[in-house]
Nanobody
Framework: QVQLVESGGGLVQAGGSLRLSCAAS????????MGWFRQVPGKEREFVAA????????DYADSVKGRFTISRDNAKNTVYLQMNSLKPEDTAVYYC??????????????????WGQGTQVTVSS
């Protein structure tokens, strides 16, 4: 059983930056692919970014390409999401998730095995 805890959310002005962190415990972090998703009230949870277990491959939603960067530190059992040039439409609760398919960068939320509780990101205009 893997436990995931997100941190780093907050309120930021448009054009600003935030770095989200997701700390994992209770499992072999280095054997999981990791993903970030986001959700606004009344909408489906949507894919943001994913990274393979060794960090060798990443994938991004078109809406965040060139602005967001996913990375991981397996020694610290942590995955990060660096968010730059933030826009009001990036406002959402951001969730990290773990996928036991180590070499996957799936955009499909149902393939992920474990989820964190989420952290709120609010971007003001």
């Amino acid at each position: 059983q893997v436990q995931l805890v997100e941190s780093g959310g907050g309120l930021v002005q448009a054009g600003g930056s935030l770095r989200l962190s997701c700390a994992a415990s209770g499992g072999t972090f280095g054997s999981y692919a990791m993903g970030w998703f986001r959700q606004v009230p009344g909408k489906e949870r949507e894919f943001v970014a994913a990274i393979t277990s060794n960090g060798g491959r990443t994938d991004y939603a078109d809406s965040v390409k060139g602005r967001f960067t996913i990375s991981r530190d397996n020694a610290k059992n942590t995955v990060y999401l660096q968010m730059n040039s933030l826009k009001p439409e990036d406002t959402a609760v951001y969730y990290c998730a773990a996928d036991a398919a180590a070499w996957s960068t799936s955009k499909l939320k149902y393939v992920y095995d474990y989820w964190g509780q989420g952290t709120q990101v609010t971007v003001s205009s």
